[in-house]
Every structure is written in C-alpha cells, then in structure tokens.
C-alpha cells in the first residue's frame, strides 16, 4: 500500500470514468467512458492492471503485468499483487515489486515470516494479528531492530528504518526518505529516518535531498480588501510538493501544486517569469513542463489548469459541441464535475445539479433550473459571514466543470468537454488584472474553489484570519452564429472572489453571493437590421415630416422659411420620429418576445449588451419625442382662433341678406352702428360651454383602459410569461423558479394589451355606442343648428374648420312652445335642409382661407386683444374701456363672418368644392388660393382635429409610452397603471384649462360664463 503522508490517496473515489483526449482540439474534448473500464487485474486474461489516471482522466497501465500489480482499491494508483513488496511506489505506475518467499508485512514493503501467534494469511499473504488482544503484531521493536532473526513478526519499539505514526501506535518505515536516498545517485545507504545534517532537508516529515535553491518563495495569499497573508499550508507544503511532482512524478503532488497554484489566483498565469522575484507556486507549476523529463511527461502526471494552447476568443468560439439544444422540450445541462482535496486526492465525478455549485440555500427545484436551457438564472442572498468558517459544510474543495455529450462523429460516444473558467481576480505576471480587459487578453482557466477557510490560516491549528469566497458566479452560454440549429460554443464560468475579516464577520456583518446563468447569440444580423429599419423607416418619417411642415406654412400663409416653419419642422419631426421609433422598438420588442418563447429548436435569446442598450435608448427616445409632440398639440390647440357666429336677429328687424342680395358690399361689416340688440347672449354661451366639454373627450374611457389593462397583466397573469425562460405559462406557482423579468418581454406584452384593448374600446365606440347610444361630436352640430350658431375655426392662419349652425328655421330665440313646433316641422320635412349649400346636408367644412379675410379679422381682433391686456394694470375704468370695445368686436366680427358666408362680400367670398381622393389621402389641399377661398366636405366632424376627440392615435400611443417607461423603471404594472392614469388627467386638465382661457380670449365670451 501507499505509505500514509500528506499526498497519500484517500480511499473516497465514487465514479470512475474515462477520457480520451482529442489532440484536435487542444485537451478540451475528450471521450467518456464507463468507469468499469479501467482493469483492476484481478483476471488472468487481463494482461497488464490498469489505474485511473485523475491528472488526464484516463486508465493508464500499470509498469507490470497483472501477476505482479493489481489496481489500487480506491482505483488512482498501482500496487504489488499480494506476496510481492515494493521495491519503489511513487504513486500511479511509478512502482516496483517484486516476488516474496513466505509472507509480505502489513506496509508491503518486506518479506517477513511469521512468528509464533500469527498465521499467514492465504489470501493476502500477510500475517495475521496476534491472537493476543494485548499486543500488535509487529515486525520491528521501537527502536527499529527487527524483533527476531529472519523478520519475525513480533513487538517491539520503532528503531532503525522505522518512525512513530501519528497515533504513536505503531512504528512505520519511513519509506518515502529511504526511497529518495536509494534513487540518489549514488544511492545514499543511511538506514535511519532522522535526515542527515547538511545533506538532505526535512518537508512535512520526508527528508528530501538538498538540490539547487528554488529561491526566495513566496507563500502569501492575496486577498483583495487587505495585503496578502502568509500561508502556513503552503509553507509547510508547496515544496514537498513540487519535489514529489517533479523530481518523482507522484500525480497526487501535481494535483496539490496545482491547487497550491489556484489558491493563489493563479498569479503569474503560466509564465516562467517570477512576480516581484519571487517564487509562487503558479511558477513552481510552470517549471514542470520544462524540467520533468519526457518520459514521465508521458505519463501525464502535470494536470492542466491553463486553458494556453490557443486565445480565449478561439477557445470561447469552438463549436465542436454536437448537441442541438431545444425549448420544447426543455433540455437542462449535463455537467459534470471533477473534485479535489486540498492535498490533490482526486475526490470524485458529481453533478452539480443541487446547488453544488451555489452558496445560496433553497429548494432543489429552484437551484436546479439553473441549469435549464434557456433560463436566464439569478439568484442572490445575504449569508452571515462568521458561518463561512464552517469546515464542514463549507470544505475547501476544487472543482474542474464538464459537459456531457454524445459525439455523433465518434459514433453516438458519450464525450465530455471541458468548461473553461474566467477568474476576475486573476493577475497577470505584470500583476495586471488581465481578465478585466478583452476578450482576446483573457486567461482562462480549469479549476476553481468556492470558500477557502483552511489556505487563509497562518498558524496550524487556528482559526482562519480571513476567508475567501465566491461573490459573483456567472454561467455564460453563446449560440454558435449562423446558425439555426440550436448548437452552441463553449461556455464558460466568470467567477469574482471577495474575502472578509474575522473581526467583521463577529461583528455580525453578512456577505451577499449571486450566482447567474446568461445567455448570448452574435447580434451582428440583428443590429443590420435593426440599422436598417430605423433608417428606413426614420427617413421617411422625416419626409413626412417636411411634408407636413410644407403643407402647414401652405395653410398658416408663411410664404419663406422663417423661424416658425422651422419651429414646427422640429415639432412634426418629433411627431414623426417618435411614431416611427415606437414601431422598430415595439416590433423587435414583440418578436424577440413571442419567438423566444415558442422556439423549439434554439435559435434565438434575449437581446443584451449594447444593442439592447441602443433598442432601449431609441425606446425611452420615442417616448420623449412623443411627449413634446403631444405638447405642440396641446399648444396648438389651446392657441386656435375660435369665433361663434350668431344668425339671430333682433325680433322686429329683417333678417341678414342672403348669399347674392348683392348691395352690402364690404361695408356691411365695415361700418357697425352701435345699439341696443334684442337677441340673447344666452345660446352663444351654452354653445361655448358644450364647446368647452367636448376639448378633451376622448374616444376611450381611461379608467376602464387602465382597469381592463391591469386585469389581464396582474390578475389573469400574463405577466408571468415576460420572465426570461422558455416557460410561457401564467399564474406560475409559489415552488416554480421564477426567471428574471425581461424589460424588452415585459414592454412587448404592456404594448400589446394596451393597445388591443384600446383598439376594441375604439371599436365599440364608433360603431356600437356612437351609433346607437349617443354621439356628442355630431349632437354638437345638432346643437349648432338648434342654436342658430356657427363655428368659425381657424387652427392655423389661412386653414380652419366651419361648424354651419344656421337655423332652417331662421330663429331660435324662442319659446318652449315654439321650439317645438320648430322640432316638429323639420321631423315632418317641411323645412329645408341645414347645409350650407341649398338642399344639401353638409354641415362640416374644412376651410382654405383667403388672405383678406385673416388680415379683416385680424384688424378687428387685434386691438382688442391689445387694449384688454394693457387694460389690466390701469384700473377699473380702463378696463371698462375694454370691455365695450370687446362688445363692439364681437358684434364688428360676427356681422362680418355672416356676411362672409352668405357671399355677402364683393372682394372676400368662397366655393364649395370636394377635395380629391389624393388631398383625402395626404390631407393637403393642392389648389392655389386667391381672393376666394374654398370650403371641402367633410367626414362630418374633421373640425375634431382641434379636440383630443380627433387626435386619439397620439394620446393613446403616449399613454403607452408612458406606461412602459414607468414599468421599465420600477418593474410594476400596477404603479405603472396609477400613474398613467394620472398623467392622462393632467393632460387633459391642461388642456382643459388652456381650450378654457384661449375659448374665452378668442370668441370675446366672459370666462366666468364658461363652466
């Protein structure tokens, strides 16, 4: 057996597999096999024994046939068959035997007999114990003197070649000191185990022979909220084991550099380059390739833990893993991992399924869906700090991740390939942070650990100062590009380490861990796309844009390009712009929403990095475009000449002359003679105040919006679909892991719910309850005409809309009686009709204007509108003054436009016309204007431009915006819901109270009378 020391190999080995290695892709690919694989030699047929080699995961054979060496039982290493001793056993096939006459003693190390009490035992050759409970069977006294001539087993005290076990119970050769002596050259023939002074050196009890000086070591561990820390164990070890590894290739040794190595961030990397001359054991491990001789490099005794032969983008980017991953079904990850002790035993193949690779506790369905295909993963937690000294439940163990797959090129073989590890916390030989930077300056690694609360310790036997763990785990997995196939590159782990205090941790403090799995795909084709489309779409939203800017100054009169055109070419752009950002962020939004989770075979994950920073950007872009626009529309609204023209006459008088009674010519509104008027002021205010009522409605009810909204997202449970997983059911129980919500899902879903169910409000409204329950826009006209009132719109200088309100009746300052009758007789069709143009029904226009008539409004309204404003800082007279020329206007006004519309003005008068289905289309009107203007049929309400009535597309894609830049900022449909709500009331109270005062400044009615 192997002599027990700190490398001995423990009896803990679960699985063994086997590996072979694919020189094609640099060590990482390798060939699993069954763990029975390995021939342990106890068949004759055999031929040569086989042991588990842990440093290549392959069964190597051992350096006899199998008569001689048999495997080990826990598998790692070759021993003599029983009846042979050892000549050498350096571990793995570096052993000797050779063939005993009687018996073979307990250590395997002589030919022994047995004395009197003992018997030999025929099936391990050995002597048994004494049948005297009150003695040991022993070979040697104390002192080391064998007890009898001819190596009778016997008792005595250790001497000679012998030194006391741990247990002082037993005297054991020191095997490990004799053998380094015989192996001298020449051979050393001391048969004591006290070293010799001046000849050989004392490391962990073996007494290795003084070789050339390693120079000065450094046995610090770094630590990154302090200066680094002595370390006893690797004082009191990293020598023995790097003699043991590269002087007599014993594999465990390798291992146990090589985790020396990892304890301390691999600092150094792999160069033969010292840090700050001195001598770390990365660079103890570094110095084995280049002085253990060739043939033991065969034997593959050095494990590797630099992924070296290629760069991290290379190595990253391979695709040689065959599997075609899917959604549907779900597929979850086989991953494999290969333990290690501290002292390099290889411990075991586990799974890491079970949170054995996450710190933070929880059930196992949750820390198992980690690993599903497809699920971005996050799982943080607080663990208190002083826990993390707890060797038992937090051992320092190291770990080597694989992947298991079956290679369809090594016919349907089940293949393992590494998983490749990116250290933050790693410096380079220049001790640069070399891991922070690119992808191409990356080193990456194989092995890792989780907590170190035993390599911390500076004395033997206390408690650790400090501890390390692992903050940050990320599990990063890339779909190959260019394909649709669902294969993917080889992932990797990126790992952050942090450490904490002894003091801090009694203090009570805590430590918070996360562990994350994430997804990638090259987004080179999408970000083509998403170019494209933006500037496709984006440039002809800015001819649209000038468009409409053209046919705005067409309309306002502007003849150049001043600053108001310009002005409103910003203002329309904004219009434009944010429509058409909504659409690409919207319809990327909802595609990658809705075949992210129906994919079966994977081709697509979420969006990340900086194009989704840039599809975000152009998203909270809309919505700020689309607030300024909404802005302008307030203002333009709010800033609209509005007059209401009154047909009533004063009872006695004859009424207004007719369209072409000719005679009135342009003095009939010219030359106003002051005097008492009969007719009331009452139906002009009840008109403006309807007016005033009808500024916001809209076409949807907001509250129903945000409540039906809000039902389907939060109560019906849509919004558990927008979970980044391919999981796309609702109302997911309480034991299901939840994945983290995808800002871009969870906008894709809020679009599309707002949207529908805006759409079917519309829907109802237009068609159900306008039609059949009541419709206040038309019941306005009705109104108009009942009232004997029109309404005289001019949204912009030479363009407005005209509400004709004339009575057929010719009156309508009248009684109830007579109302009535009035009611009755247009039921019975026995008055004509109430368009404008004789027996027709139109009562809606559109208005091109002709210059004259603005410039005569202008004239009239203008000073008024001066001498009221001066009027309110000189007093009460002042302000009398004002009002009676506010009168005097109003009446100025409203004989002028009557007699505009009755063609009652030789220089100012109009035509009737359709616009042609081209001006429908591009609501432009394409005729040049002289001194005649033009009123075009309506839909019957165009004059719904100027209310929230007629611009619903734009409040409701606003409100959308809002609603998902409020989510996207606080993750919370239902905050997201109130306060949509209450912007949409402010909104419409501005307006409000704008449409108020512009609606009492422009008709020249007393705002007080305005309810």
């Known amino acids: 057996m192997a002599p027990r020391n700190a490398f001995h190999v423990k009896c803990s080995f679960v699985l063994i597999v086997v590996v072979q290695i694919l020189l094609s892709n640099g060590q990482l690919i390798s060939k699993y096999q069954n763990p029975n694989a390995c021939k342990d030699g106890s068949s004759s047929s055999d031929g040569s024994a086989e042991f588990f080699n ?430 649709s196939e669902g294969r993917i590159s080889v992932p990797y782990f990126d790992i952050e380490y942090d450490d904490i205090s002894r003091e801090r941790a009694e203090a009570g403090e805590s430590v918070q861990v996360d562990f994350k799995v994430s997804y990638e795909m090259s987004q080179s084709e999408f970000k083509e796309n998403f170019q494209i489309a933006i500037g496709t779409i984006s440039s002809l939203g800015v001819v649209y844009a000038g468009f409409r800017t053209y046919v705005w100054s067409r309309r306002a009169g502007r003849i150049t390009i001043d600053f108001p055109t310009l002005a409103n070419l910003v203002f329309f752009l904004c219009g434009t712009l944010s429509n058409c950002f909504f659409v690409v962020t919207y319809g990327i939004a909802f595609y990658f929403f809705i075949f992210y989770k129906r994919q079966n075979v994977v081709y697509l994950v979420h969006l990340d990095g900086k194009d989704y920073e840039n599809w975000y950007i152009i998203f909270v872009s809309a919505f700020a475009l689309k607030l300024v626009a909404l802005l302008h529309m307030i203002i333009m609204q709010c800033s609209a000449d509005i007059f209401l023209v009154d047909w009533e006459r004063p009872k006695g008088q004859p009424p207004l002359p007719h369209p072409g009674a000719g005679g009135a010519g342009g003095d009939t509104a010219s030359t106003p003679k002051r005097q008492k008027s009969s007719v009331s002021i009452w139906r002009t205010y009840f008109v403006a105040n309807e007016w005033n009522e009808i500024q916001t409605k809209r076409k949807i009810n907001r509250v129903l919006q945000i409540f039906m909204v809000l039902f389907f997202l939060v109560v019906v449970g849509f919004e558990d679909t927008t979970t980044k997983d391919p999981d796309g059911t609702v109302n997911k129980g309480s034991d299901v892991y939840l994945a983290e919500q995808s800002p871009m899902f969870r906008m894709a879903l809020a679009c599309t719910v707002y949207l529908l169910v805006a759409v079917v409000q519309v829907i109802f409204f237009v068609f159900i309850y306008e039609r059949f329950i009541t419709d206040d826009i038309r019941e306005f006209v009705d109104l108009c005409s009942m009232s004997n009132i029109s309404v005289f719109v001019m949204a912009n200088g030479e363009f407005g809309y005209y509400i004709h309100g004339r009575s057929v009746h010719g009156r309508s300052d009248v009684g109830m009686r007579e109302m009535c009758d009035m009611i009755k007789r247009e039921e019975e069709d026995l008055v004509g009709q109430r368009g404008l143009v004789p027996n027709t029904e139109p009562q809606t226009f559109l208005m091109a204007l002709p210059k004259r008539l603005r410039q005569k409004y202008e004239t009239v309204y203008m000073p008024v509108q001066l001498e009221n404003a001066s009027a309110a800082t000189r007093g009460d007279q002042a302000r009398m003054i004002g009002r009676d020329k506010s009168i005097d206007a109003y009446g100025t006004l409203n004989r002028f436009f009557c007699a505009f519309i009755d063609h009652s003005l030789r220089d100012i008068d109009y035509v009737v016309k359709e616009k042609t289905f081209l001006e429908k289309v591009l609501d432009t009107e394409f005729l040049e204007l002289s001194d005649q203007g033009i009123f075009y049929n309506d839909n019957g309400h165009s004059f719904d431009n100027v209310l929230f009535y007629g611009n619903e597309m734009m409040l409701i894609i606003f409100d959308t915006l809002f609603f998902c830049v409020v989510d996207y900022m606080f993750t919370d449909y239902v905050l997201a819901g109130i306060l949509t709500y209450l912007v949409s009331e402010l909104m419409c109270l501005v307006r409000d109270v704008g449409g108020k005062k512009n609606l009492a400044k422009k008709t020249l009615v007393d705002e007080r009378f305005l309810i």
């Not at 004591?192 to 046995?219: Q, S």
């Not at 190595?261 to 001359?277: E, F, K, P, W």
Request: with cysteine.
């Open 54 to 483: 842990s440093a290549t995961l392959t069964c190597s054979p051992c350096s006899e046939n199998s008569t001689v060496q048999q495997q080990s039982s826990d598998g790692l290493n070759c021993i003599c068959r029983p009846g042979y001793r050892y000549l050498k056993n350096f571990g793995g096939k570096n052993v000797a035997c050779e063939p005993c006459p009687n018996a073979v003693s307990a250590d395997g190390w002589e030919c022994v007999t047995c004395g009197s009490g003992t018997t030999e035992d025929p099936n391990t050759r050995q002597c048994t114990t004494c049948t005297d409970t009150q003695t040991i069977s022993a070979l040697r006294q104390i002192d080391g003197q064998l007890l009898n001539s001819g190596k009778e087993i016997s008792c005595e005290t250790c001497t000679g070649e012998t030194q006391p076990n741990a247990d002082q119970n037993q005297c054991d050769r020191c095997s490990y000191t004799l053998s380094l002596r015989a192996l001298q050259s020449p051979p050393v023939t001391t048969q004591t185990c006290p070293c010799i002074a001046g000849d050989e050196i004392e490391i962990n009890n073996i007494c290795f022979p003084v070789r050339d000086a390693l120079g000065t070591l450094d046995f610090s561990i770094p630590l990154e909220n302090e200066n680094a820390i002595r370390s006893v164990y690797l004082e009191t070890n990293m020598q023995a084991a790097f003699f043991m590894c590269r002087y007599y290739s014993n594999i465990t040794a390798c291992q146990a550099l090589a985790n020396m190595c990892v304890l301390t961030m691999y600092a150094g990397g792999s160069s033969l380059s010292n840090i700050r001359n001195l001598v770390t054991a990365c660079y103890l491990y570094a110095r084995l390739s280049a002085e253990i001789p060739s043939s033991n490099l065969a034997d593959n005794v050095k494990p590797d833990i630099f992924v070296g032969e290629r760069n991290a983008d290379d190595v990253l980017e391979d695709g040689s893993i065959e599997t075609e991953w899917t959604m549907d079904p779900p597929m979850t990850f086989p991953f494999l991992a290969s333990t290690y002790a501290t002292d390099g035993t290889f411990l075991s193949f586990e799974s890491i399924n079970g949170g054995s690779l996450q710190l933070c506790e929880a059930s196992d369905t949750i820390l198992n869906a980690a690993f599903v295909f497809g699920t971005y993963y996050s799982h943080s937690c607080q663990i208190p700090a002083l826990s993390l000294w707890d060797e038992v439940k937090y051992p320092l163990k190291f770990y080597e991740i694989y992947l298991l797959y079956t290679s369809t090129t090594s016919g349907s073989q089940e293949t393992i390939h590494l998983i490749p590890n990116l250290i933050r916390n790693y410096r380079d030989r220049d001790d640069n942070l070399a891991n922070q930077d690119t992808i191409k300056d990356w080193q990456l690694v194989t092995r890792f650990f989780l907590v170190d609360n035993f390599a911390t310790k500076t004395v033997a036997g206390q408690v650790a100062p400090h501890v390390r763990y692992a903050k940050s785990i990320t599990l990063t997995v890339s779909l190959l590009p260019d394909t």
